[in-house]
C-alpha cells in the first residue's frame, strides 16, 4: 500500500524519502504508562489514584492523590498553573496520572502530573518537527515490518527497528542501546545511505567499446609493474572492453605508480583518443615528460594557458591543465582526471561533454571516464563510494621509501639545524612549511615573513612561495634544479616530483589533517634517497602525531585520521571533516559495510 498526501507531506517536512529514514528517527525518551504495584524512586510512573484535596496557592496547585496501586498518598504539584489544568483534578475523580515520583522521610511527592487516557503500553516520544502526537501516529501507521522489507530491509533488521519503537516489555536504554540494536541501526543506515548513491549512479553508452592489449607495452618497461598496477590495468581493461561507458575511481598511496597506470590506459584505448586533465602547469608538464618516455610511439599533445593555437585532430594523446576547457577539443573516447578533487564537478563534466561532440546535456553515448587521486580514502569509504562508482585501490609502491618521522619540539631545533646543514652539503633539498604566509595574533607559530629571514641569512639559494603567489609554478621548477631550502605554505601538497628533497620540516604539524601530513611527507625520498620528516609542535604531547610518525602506509593514515576525525559525506558533499552518518563508525565497521554492499549487490 502507497503512502497518503498527507503522509508525504509529513515525510517531505522531516526532511526523508523512504521508511527506513523514518526507523532511523530513533525516540528521545519513552513513556512507560504502564501501572505498577510498587513504588519506583526519582521515576517517572503512572498511579491509579482518586483526588482527595486540590489547594490552589499564588504560584502553584497542590493535589493530594491516594494511589491505589502503591496504597499511598501522594502529592502533586503544579507549577505555571494553565486554566485547563483546574479541570485535569476534581475532588473523588478516579483516573489515571503519570509525573515524576519523589519520597522523602515517608513523604511522597509528584512533580507535574498530568492525566492520561492511552494507559498499559511504552509510548515513544520524539523530537522532531511534527507536533509530539503527530509524529507518534506517523510512526505507528507507517513504520511497519511490511513497509521496511518492501524497500530492502532484512527482516531481522526490521524486528531489531520496531524493536526500539514500539517495546514490548522493557523500555530500552537509549544511552546504552543492547549490540545487536545498534548493529541494525548502522546496517540501515549504511543501507539507506549505499542506496540513494546506487540510484544516482547512471549508466550510458560507451563511444567505443575496443581495447588494445598492454602487455607487449609493459614487458618493454625498464621495470616490472606491480601486482596492484596491474591488477587496476586489468580492472579498467574490464571496463573499456563494455558496451557500457566507464566510471572508475583509482585511488593510489603517495608515489604508488598511479602514472603508469594513466599510461597503460591510454596505450589501451588506441587507436582511439585520450585526454587528460592535471591540476597545475608542473604536474601536466610531468605527465607530458612520462608520456613521451615511456609512449615513444604515440603523438601526445600538451595544453596549457601558454599553448599555441594547435590543431588537435592530428594527436592519439591530448594532456592538459583546466586550459582544455576554453578550446575546441576533437572526439576523444577516453576522459582521465588526474588529482580529481582540485576540480570541480562541474569541470569534469563539462571536460567530458566537450570530447563527446555533443552539446546537449542528455548524450546519448559517453566516454570512458577514469578519475585518479594520490589522496588514499578509508577502504571502508572505498567500499562505500563503490555503490555509485567502481574503485580501485594501489596501496603498495613499486619499492620501499626509507623515511624517518620524529615530533620535535623548541628544544629540538639546534638539532635541526644540525641536519639541515648536512643535508645540503651532501647536495639535497630541504623543504620547510608554515602554516601562514603573514604574522597571526591568534596563531604561536611563526609565519613565513617573519621566518624566511633566519634562514636567508644563513643559507644560500633560498626559495620562497605560496598559495597566492602567482608565480609559484615558475618558483618550484626552478628551485628543483637550483635550490636548498624551499619555504611554503602547503601548496607543495600534491604532485610535483623533487628527486632531490630529503627533509620536510612541518611547522604546526598538529593543525593539518593526517592525509595532508602524509601527502607533505610524500614529496620527500621520491628516488630512494634516505628521508626524514620532522613534526614541529608546541603541543607538549600529541597522540595523533605520534601515530601518524609511526605509520606509513596512505591507507593505515586515512583509518587513522578516521579514528581522529570523522568521515565527510560522499552523497551531499559535504566537507571530510564533518560526518554525516549518526551511528556508522567507518573506522570500525568495516563488516557492516561489506554485509550492506552484498545485500544490495543481491538485489541489483
Not at 124 to 149: A, F, G, H, W
Not at 352 to 379: D, N
Request: glycine share 6%.
Amino acid at each position: 500500500m502507497g503512502m497518503t498526501k498527507e503522509q508525504k507531506d509529513k515525510f517531505k517536512k522531516l526532511g526523508i524519502g523512504s521508511y527506513a529514514e523514518l526507523a532511523l528517527i530513533v525516540p528521545s525518551t519513552y513513556e512507560d504508562l504502564r501501572v505498577y504495584d510498587k513504588l519506583q524512586i526519582h521515576t517517572m510512573q503512572l498511579i491509579d489514584a482518586s483526588v482527595e484535596s486540590v489547594y490552589r496557592a499564588a504560584n502553584s496547585l497542590q493535589v493530594t492523590f491516594f494511589s491505589h496501586n502503591f496504597g499511598h498518598v501522594i502529592t502533586g504539584v503544579i507549577f505555571h498553573l494553565k486554566p485547563y489544568m483546574m479541570h485535569q483534578f476534581r475532588v473523588g475523580e478516579r483516573d489515571y496520572y503519570y509525573g515524576m515520583v519523589e519520597c522523602k522521610g515517608g513523604l511522597c511527592s509528584m512533580s507535574m502530573p498530568k492525566k492520561v487516557t492511552n494507559i498499559g503500553a511504552i509510548t515513544p516520544k520524539y523530537k522532531s518537527v511534527l507536533r509530539s502526537d503527530i509524529m507518534l501516529r506517523l510512526m505507528q501507521s507507517c513504520l511497519t515490518k511490511e513497509n521496511l522489507i518492501s524497500e530492502g530491509i532484512k527482516e531481522e533488521i526490521a524486528r531489531e527497528l520496531l524493536h526500539v519503537h514500539f517495546p514490548a516489555q522493557k523500555v530500552p536504554n537509549l544511552r546504552d542501546l543492547e549490540p545487536k540494536t545498534i548493529k541494525a541501526l548502522k546496517y540501515t543506515e549504511l543501507f539507506n545511505y549505499m542506496k540513494q548513491l546506487s540510484n544516482k549512479r547512471r549508466y550510458f553508452k560507451a563511444l567505443t567499446s575496443t581495447c588494445s592489449d598492454y602487455e607487449k607495452w609493459a614487458e618493454s618497461l625498464p621495470f616490472r609493474l606491480t601486482n596492484e598496477q596491474i591488477k587496476s590495468i586489468e580492472e579498467i581493461k574490464t571496463d573499456f572492453s563494455k558496451e557500457v561507458s566507464a566510471r572508475r575511481m583509482i585511488v593510489g598511496d603517495v608515489g604508488s605508480g598511479k602514472t603508469m597506470v594513466i599510461l597503460a590506459s591510454a596505450f589501451m584505448m588506441l587507436p582511439n583518443r585520450s585526454v587528460l586533465m592535471a591540476p597545475t602547469t608542473i604536474l601536466a608538464n610531468q605527465l607530458y615528460e612520462e608520456a613521451k618516455k615511456f609512449l615513444p610511439n604515440i603523438k601526445i599533445a600538451l595544453v596549457t594557458n601558454r599553448t599555441k593555437d594547435i590543431n588537435l585532430d592530428a594527436y592519439d594523446f591530448i594532456i592538459g591543465t583546466h586550459a582544455l576547457l576554453y578550446r575546441e577539443l576533437p572526439c576523444a573516447s577516453l576522459v582521465m582526471v588526474d588529482e580529481q578533487h582540485r576540480f570541480g564537478t562541474a569541470q569534469r563534466n563539462l571536460l567530458e561533454k566537450l570530447v563527446s561532440g555533443k552539446s546537449s546535456q542528455e548524450v546519448e553515448a559517453k566516454p570512458h571516464f577514469l578519475q585518479f587521486s594520490a589522496t588514499p580514502i578509508p577502504r571502508t569509504q572505498a567500499m562505500i563510494e563503490t555503490a555509485h562508482i567502481d574503485v580501485s585501490l594501489i596501496t603498495t609502491t613499486p619499492f620501499k621509501k626509507d623515511i624517518t618521522s620524529r615530533v620535535i619540539h623548541k628544544n629540538d631545533f639546534k638539532d635541526l639545524l644540525e641536519h639541515i646543514k648536512s643535508e645540503i652539503k651532501g647536495g639535497n633539498q630541504v623543504l620547510l612549511v608554515y602554516p601562514l604566509v603573514e604574522q597571526s595574533e591568534v596563531l604561536e607559530y611563526q609565519s613565513i615573513d617573519e621566518a624566511r629571514g633566519f634562514w636567508e641569512k644563513r643559507f644560500d639559494n633560498v626559495y620562497v612561495t605560496h598559495g597566492k603567489d602567482k608565480e609559484k609554478e615558475e618558483v618550484l621548477l626552478d628551485f628543483s634544479k637550483n635550490g636548498a631550502i624551499l619555504i611554503a605554505t602547503t601548496v607543495v601538497e600534491v604532485g610535483i616530483s623533487l628527486p632531490r628533497l630529503s627533509t620536510v620540516v612541518i611547522v604546526g604539524a598538529e593543525r593539518l589533517g593526517l592525509s595532508t601530513l602524509h601527502q607533505l611527507r610524500g614529496r620527500v625520498s621520491r628516488t630512494g634517497l634516505k628521508g626524514y620528516c620532522f613534526l614541529y609542535t608546541n603541543q607538549s604531547s600529541s597522540e595523533r602525531l605520534d601515530r601518524f610518525s609511526q605509520t606509513t602506509s596512505g591507507f593505515d593514515i586515512a583509518n587513522l585520521d578516521l579514528k581522529f576525525r570523522k568521515g565527510g559525506d560522499l552523497l551531499k558533499g559535504h566537507n571530510q571533516s564533518g560526518s554525516q552518518f549518526k551511528w556508522v563508525d567507518l573506522a570500525e565497521d568495516e563488516e557492516i559495510v561489506k554485509s550492506v554492499k552484498n545485500d544490495l549487490c543481491k538485489r541489483a
